[in-house]
C-alpha cells in the first residue's frame, strides 16, 4: 500500500528515522508537461564518498567545513558547518541509533544547532507567507531567534490574506521579484505551473544532507516531492476531529458517541435541549463542508479505495462514494447542521462553539489557539472525538493533511542561506517545540512531548490521531489534493447536496467529470518520492 | 488692466483651431506648457492603465496558466467558450441583477436622503457623516460588518424577532431567493453616500427663486421636488447613475468576503468568476476573456446612459 492512505505510523513512529537509505514513493505534486510512472525509483549518490566543493560564489556560506555532500541544484552545491568536527551527521545517527536514543535523540541533536550559519556579508532573505498581515505566529518568533542567532541574515517577513497570496505571488514570480522564500499549497494546479517553470528551487539536496529524510515522514515527502526531487518543505501536519462541548454533553447525559446511531441521537437530544446547530458548520464559506466530504468519503472507500482514484482507475462515482455523500445529507437532513447551514461562516460558528451555544464542531486543532484565547482556563471544558465510523462495524481512519509547503525561489542568490533558515524553522527541537506550544502548527515528523506543556486539548487531539494512526489514514482536506477544477464543482456541488437541489448520484457524477477532464490536462497529482542513497 | 473683449477671445481659440499656420508663437507656447504639465500624468496612465487593459486584451487570445513561458495563441476560442459557458450567462445575469438593485437604491435613496438634507434639518452634519462614513470605510471591513448582520443569530434577524416579525427571519445568505439583492442592498449601502453628496451638492446649486416662484404658484414640496429638482439634477443624476453602474458591474470584495460567489452560484457576478477562473483555476486567458466581456458591458452600459442623457437635453 502506498500513497495517501498508505501513509500510516507517521507522527509519532518509527518513520522518522529510517536509516540512511530513504525511497519515499507515492503521490506529488505534478508537473504538467509530461506523465511519469507511479513507481519511479530514483537515483542518488554516495554522500560518505562525495565531496565537492562550495560552487555557488555569491553564498556568505563561506568557511564552512566539508564533511559529507550531496547531489546538487544543477551546478550549485551545499557544504555544511559542523559543529562537531570529524563526525558527520550519518555517523552521528547511527551512534544516536546504536545507543538506542531513536528519534528523540536526533531531535536533541538538532537542538543543538550543529549547523549554523557564520557571521559573514549581509544576506537579505524575503519570505511571504498566507495569514492576515500583521499576524503573530510561532514562525515569527522563530525567525527573530535565527536573525538574532545570525545577525548578518536580515529575514523581512510578509503576510497576505490567502485571497490575496496567489495572485500576488504569480506576477511577482514571473516579473522576478518575487520573495525568496514562499509558503503555499502543496497540490497539483498552480504549485506544479509554479515547479514547472522553474521558480522552485529541487531541495532534494539539503533534504538528504542536512538530515531532513530523516525527520519528515515519507507520506508529508510524496506530496512535496516529483520528479525525484523535493520542492517544499511541508511545513505542518493538520487533522480533523470532532470538538465537543464536556460540559452541554454532561448535562444532557450524553457521552460521547462511539457508533454513528450514538451521534445520531446525540444530535437529537441537543436539538431538543433548544441547540438548532448541533453541530455546527459554516456552509457559506464552502471548504468546511468539504472536510466532511474528506472525511466521509475517506471512511467509506477507506485509504485504499481514495488511492485507487487517485492514482488508478477508480472513479469518484463509485457507490462508496455516493453512499457518503447521502450520509452527509442525512445528517444536514436530520438538522445536526442547523435549519440552514449554508448561510453560517465558519468563524461564527466556532466562535459560537467557544461560547457554548454550539455543541460540536468538526475541525482541526488550529481552533485550539483562539479558543485559548477566548475562554482561557474554560478550555477544559472541551475535549475531542474521532466521528464514529458511519457504517457499523468499520475501521476509523484519522484524516491527515499537510498545512503548507515551504518553497525556496530558484532564482535566491543564497540558497544555502534559505536552506539553513528552513532546518532552523522545522527541524531544530527549540523551534518545534514552540510551534507545538503555540498551537499553531504541528510539526511534521515525530513529536518529542515530554518536554512541552501543552493543553491537555491539545494532547488529546494527537492521542486521537495517533489511537487509529494504524488502521491508515485518509485526506483531511481533498480540496488541496484534488485539482482546482474539481474543487470547485465540488464545493457548489456540496452546497447544492445540502441545499437538496443535487442528488448525491449527481454530485459524484459531477465531480468525476471535471476529475477526468482534469486528469486529461495532466492537472492532477502524480507520483512523488524522494530517494537519498 | 485691458480686459481683451471676449469676441476677440474666441477669435484667438478658432485661430489655434484652424491649424498651425494660424498658431501664434505665443498660443503654441501656451499650449505646449499645457502638455508638459499633462504628460507626467499621461505617462503614468499609459503605464499603468492603458498598457496593463491593452494587456488583458491581448492575452484573452492565448491559452496560458500565468506563470509558464510558454503561451498558445488560441485566437477567439477564449470568446467562443466565453458564449458557451453557461456560468458566464448566469453571472452575467446576476450582475444585471444587482446593477438594477443598486443604482436604483443610490438614486432612490440618494435622492431622498439629499432631499432630506437640503432642507437644514437639524444635525445634517451628523446625517452627512453618517451617510458617507461606509464610502471611505475599507469594504472589506463593512463586507464583515454585514456577514454578522445577516448571520443567522444576527442583527438583522434578532432585530425582526424583538419587533415581533420573526416570521421574516432567514439564513439570509444562504437562502437562494433573496441572498443576491440583500448583499447588493448591502453593497449600496457603501456607496449610496457618494450619491447623496453628488446629489446634494447638486441641490445646493439649483436657484432658490424657481422654489419661490413655485411657492407663490401655489406649488407643494412634491411637486416642486418632481418639477424642479429632479430636472434640474439631469446632469448629477447621470454622474450618480454612472457612479453606481461601474461601481456595481465591478463589484467584488463584498461577495467574496461573505459568500465566495456561493450558495451554488447565485451570488456569482461576472467580477468573482473573472477572479475564479484566472487565479484560482490558473486559466488567464479565459479569465483575460471574461474581463474584456465586463469591460465592454461597462462601455455600452456608459454609452447608452450618456446618450440617453444627450437626446433627454436635446
Known sequence: MNGVGGRKSEVGSEAAFRGDACVARGPGIAPNHEHRPVWKRIGGVDRDHAEIEEINPQSPVRRRHIEEDATVNDERSLTL???????????????????????????????????????????????????????????????????????????????????????????????????????????????????????????????CALGWNEIIPEGIVNYTSSDGKLWAVGDSVESTVMFYNKEIFEQNGLGVPVTWDELMTACG?????????????????????????????????????????????????????????????????????????????????EARFWRGEIPMVHTGPWIIGPGIDA?????????????????????????????????VNAAYEHPDVAADLLDFVFFRDESRQKMLESGDNVPVG?????????????QEVFALSNEYRQNGTIHAFLDTVTPASMTDVSYDGLQAVLAGQMSPEDFTATVQSAWEAAKAENEHLLPGGVTCS | MAVQPYSRSIESLRAAQRGRSGLSRSVLQRYLVAYLFILPVLLLYVVFVLRPTLQTFWLAFYDWNGISVDREWVGLANFQRLLADPIFWQALQHSLIWTVVVVAFNLAVGLAAAALLAGNIRGRLLFQLGYFLPVVQASIVTAMIWRWIYAPTGVLNTGLETLGLGFLTRGWLGDFTVVLPALAIASSWMTFGLSVVILLAGMQG??????????????????????????????????????????????????????????????????????????????YGYGSAIAVALSLIILVASILNLTLRERGDD
Not at chain 1, 446 to 458: A, G, K, S, Y
Not at chain 2, 217 to 244: C, E, H, K, Q
Open chain 1, 375 to 407: 475562554v482561557g482556563e474554560g478550555i477544559n471544558k472541551f475535549s475531542a472525538f474521532q466521528v464514529p465510523p458511519p457504517v457499523a462495524g468499520t475501521p476509523i481512519y484519522p484524516t491527515e493533511d499537510i498545512g503548507t509547503g515551504w518553497y
Open chain 1, 446 to 458: 515525530e513529536l518529542d512531548l515530554e518536554n512541552v506543556e501543552l493543553p491537555v486539548i491539545v
Open chain 1, 269 to 349: 437530544t441537543l436539538q431538543s435541549a433548544g441547540f438548532a446547530m448541533p453541530i455546527g458548520l459554516g456552509g457559506a464559506d464552502k471548504y468546511p463542508i468539504s472536510w466532511w466530504q474528506s472525511l466521509l468519503w475517506g471512511r467509506y472507500a477507506g485509504p485504499e479505495g481514495i488511492d485507487n482514484v487517485m492514482f488508478g482507475d477508480g472513479r469518484w462515482d463509485e457507490e462508496a462514494f455516493v453512499q457518503a455523500t447521502a450520509k452527509l445529507k442525512e445528517l444536514n437532513d436530520a438538522g445536526c447542521f442547523g435549519p440552514n447551514a449554508l448561510a453560517e461562516i465558519q468563524n461564527n460558528v
Open chain 2, 206 to 283: 439649483i436657484d432658490p427663486t424657481l422654489y419661490d416662484a413655485a411657492r407663490v404658484d401655489g406649488a407643494g414640496a412634491g411637486r416642486m421636488f418632481f418639477d424642479i429638482t429632479i430636472p434640474s439634477l439631469r446632469n448629477t443624476i447621470t454622474i450618480v447613475i454612472l457612479l453606481a453602474l461601474v461601481d456595481a458591474f465591478k463589484v467584488f470584495d463584498i461577495i467574496w468576503a461573505t459568500t465566495e460567489g456561493g450558495p451554488i452560484r447565485t451570488t456569482e457576478v461576472l467580477s468573482t468568476y473573472l477572479f475564479k477562473e484566472g487565479f484560482q483555476q490558473n486559466q
Open chain 1, 81 to 207: 558547518v559542523r559543529g562537531t568536527r570529524g563526525m558527520t551527521r550519518r555517523r552521528l545517527l547511527r551512534r544516536g541509533a546504536a545507543l538506542g536514543l531513536g528519534a528523540s535523540a536526533l531531535a536533541s541533536l538538532r537542538g543543538n544547532r550543529v549547523f549554523a550559519v557564520q557571521e559573514g556579508e549581509p544576506v537579505a532573505l524575503t519570505i511571504w507567507l498566507e495569514g492576515e498581515p500583521g499576524a503573530v505566529t510561532a514562525f515569527s518568533e522563530i525567525i527573530d531567534e535565527y536573525m538574532q542567532e545570525n545577525p548578518n541574515v536580515d529575514v523581512t517577513l510578509t503576510f497576505f490574506g490567502s485571497d490575496l497570496f496567489n495572485p500576488t505571488l504569480v506576477p511577482a514570480l514571473n516579473a522576478g521579484e518575487g520573495p525568496d522564500i514562499w509558503a503555499g499549497g502543496t497540490g497539483p494546479g498552480q504549485p506544479a505551473a509554479i515547479i514547472e517553470a522553474g521558480h522552485a528551487l529541487d531541495l532534494s539536496p539539503y533534504f
